[in-house]
């Protein structure tokens, strides 16, 4: 790709965040008369140029549909289109590129997970597992599906450092669960969760597992194979690449035995008046034009990380976040939620000041162009379980360094000062 | 302190945020309604006393930011003690001021006059609106003698 600065690696096997800052053009932004401080990563991450160029090169140069024309630009989209498949086969840990389903995000992922194979293995007093702190994409579902096929819902508890409480996790993952579905990291405490012993009492007892991988790949070297994981899934657009893509792993054996649950071009092999069957793996779960721009997107942004490696990030994000739980522990106003070991979790850090609301709060960061979030960052029982009613939220990656930390923490003093004028 | 920031959190908004009216719940209201922004957390119950067409008393109980808190404070001070006719044209008009509407406040409506510089916060709009269309939601449904829905402005 034209014009990207390759990332480098410094000492230690760390990633300077300051040369790879010059990848990504909205960094220059000015936001309200202050350089941007992009701290909202756990929602969503910015593009490097070789991602955004990818998808302009794209709609210019190669535009046609996938696996159905016989002209040049159709078979140019389809390589490409697949080429970027087999790199998130690679990516998280060599899979078949076959049990890499596309789909439109983490959300879809799930949702499909739950009404194909659930609605097919999930029946009366069977047994749903998930934890107190999942996203609302990984907890709806899944009550759907329970109060449908009239199974229990049952949640691993987490403690009061934000960590899952797995002291009971013989009589909660019992011989009736079918499935168990766990974060890999938390959205709102950061926690990352030891999903290897949750996988293995799960398969013990014969049920399978899915884990949401969406704030957990962008950010650690992940395996799907090792952690031997039924189900992965995770997002594009929080890992660099754009929105509207997402990824479903599946073990092989799994998704042969499930239905589609969307039906139409694509995902057939041979169609009559009166029958229809369906097409190989990938392509039975991947009805109709998918997100082939996308797909463009994406694969620069999986070269991005892979050259960057994987640990370095983390190791980047362990000291960035270590630095930044010390700051803000300085200021005695502000209450940390979530686990403050930097080795047990990674750097989406929700807290609290004290007698601002946070949406007050994330105004007057946002008057010098800090961004964070505020609300109950789509975890509405975990945010009530912690006794609020929202959280601000303040997540890093890559780019981020230690003067953005340092503008966060002014502007927690300025917003104290501020609100505490009357 | 930057001047845009100001403009929100106006002296007199600030002052509703700390000390919101009309905060304690009535015991036996008429009629009540919930409103809430299930994105933000926001929630709000804004309650009732009706007498001879006229709102005898009323209260507004909010859990949010400064913003929606002082709106819905600004909202009990300004319709206690009016006509039926009286606060819904009230409720209304700052509804359409909230939404950028050109609209002019007329002199009795005072101090609400300093909720149209929420106009300049795009995202927080939907905090000042909360209370007025939880009350408009209300009167409506008090008129035409429906049970209460709860209100959002997301």
């Keep these: 790709m034209d014009g990207i600065i390759q990332p480098i690696i410094v000492e230690g096997n760390k990633i300077d965040p300051n040369i790879i800052r010059r990848d990504f053009p909205i960094l220059n932004r000015q936001i309200n008369g202050h350089r941007l401080v992009y701290l909202d ?88 597992v998930i934890t107190q702190m999942e996203h609302h994409a990984n907890l709806v579902p899944w009550l ?59 398969h013990k007892v014969g049920a399978v597992v899915l884990v949401d991988g969406a704030q957990a790949v962008p950010h650690l070297p992940v395996n799907v194979k090792s952690l031997d994981a039924d189900f992965y899934v995770f997002s594009a657009h929080k890992m660099l690449g754009p929105t509207g893509l997402g990824v479903l792993y599946g073990k092989e054996r799994l998704l042969e035995e499930m239905e589609p649950i969307e039906f139409g071009g694509e995902m057939i092999s041979r169609v009559q008046f009166d029958s229809a069957e369906w097409n190989i793996l990938p392509y039975k779960f991947e009805a109709g034009t998918p997100h082939i721009a996308g797909a463009y997107g994406f694969g620069p942004a999986l070269d991005y990380l892979t050259k960057l490696g994987m640990e370095a990030i ?29 080795n047990q979790r990674g750097g989406v850090i ?14 007057v960061l946002d008057s010098y162009g800090i961004a964070v979030r505020a609300g109950h960052h789509c975890a509405q029982p975990l945010t009530n379980l912690l006794g609020e009613i929202s959280t601000t939220r303040a997540s890093l990656y890559i780019y981020n360094n230690k003067d953005d930390v340092d503008e966060l923490v002014k502007g927690l003093i300025e917003a104290r000062r501020y609100f505490g004028r009357v | ?136 939601d209300c009167l409506e449904s008090l008129e035409n003698e429906k049970k209460t829905k709860t209100s959002t402005t997301e």
């Design chain 1, 314 to 342: 983390r190791n980047h994000e362990i000291e960035l976040t270590s630095y930044a739980l010390e700051k803000l522990h300085e200021l005695k106003y502000v209450k940390i939620f979530g686990p403050l070991d930097e």
């Design chain 1, 350 to 363: 929700s807290f609290k000041v004290k007698d601002i609301h946070p949406h007050d709060l994330a105004t």
């Design chain 1, 41 to 128: 990563n756990a929602a969503t991450t910015q593009k490097p140029s070789s991602v955004i160029n990818a998808m302009d090169e794209y709609y210019r140069f190669h535009n046609a549909n996938v696996h159905r024309g016989l002209h040049t630009l159709a078979e140019e989209a389809t390589t490409a289109y697949e080429s970027t498949r087999a790199k998130i086969a690679e990516f998280i840990g060599g899979v078949k590129p076959s049990e890499i389903i596309y789909t439109r995000g983490t959300t879809e992922s799930i949702n499909l997970v739950a009404q194909s194979w659930g609605r097919a293995n999930v029946g009366p007093h069977d047994r749903i």
């Design chain 2, 1 to 136: 302190m930057s001047e845009p920031l100001d403009e929100l959190y106006r002296e007199i908004i600030m002052d509703h945020y700390h000390s919101p009216r009309g905060a304690k719940k009535l015991d036996n209201p008429d009629i009540s309604n919930e409103g809430k922004n299930p994105s933000c957390g926001d929630e709000i119950e804004v309650a009732l006393k009706v007498g001879d067409k006229t709102i005898d008393d009323v209260s507004v109980a909010c859990k949010g930011c400064a913003i929606s808190v002082a709106s819905g404070s600004m909202l009990a001070e300004a319709i206690k003690g009016k006509s039926l006719e009286e606060v819904k044209k009230i409720a209304s008009t700052v509804r359409e001021m909230l939404k950028g509407n050109q609209v002019e406040l007329s002199e009795e409506m005072g101090d609400l006059e300093v909720l149209r510089s929420v106009n300049k916060f795009p995202v927080r709009v939907k905090c000042a609106l909360l209370s007025w269309t939880t009350l408009i």
């Design chain 1, 144 to 202: 759907m599906l329970a109060k449908r096929a009239h199974a229990e819902l049952e949640y691993i508890p987490i403690n009061a450092e934000g960590y899952l409480n797995l002291d009971n996790i013989d009589t909660i993952i019992n011989g009736n669960t079918k499935i168990v579905a766990v974060t890999q990291m938390s959205n709102v405490l950061g926690t990352i969760n030891p999903v290897d012993r949750i996988i293995d009492r799960a």
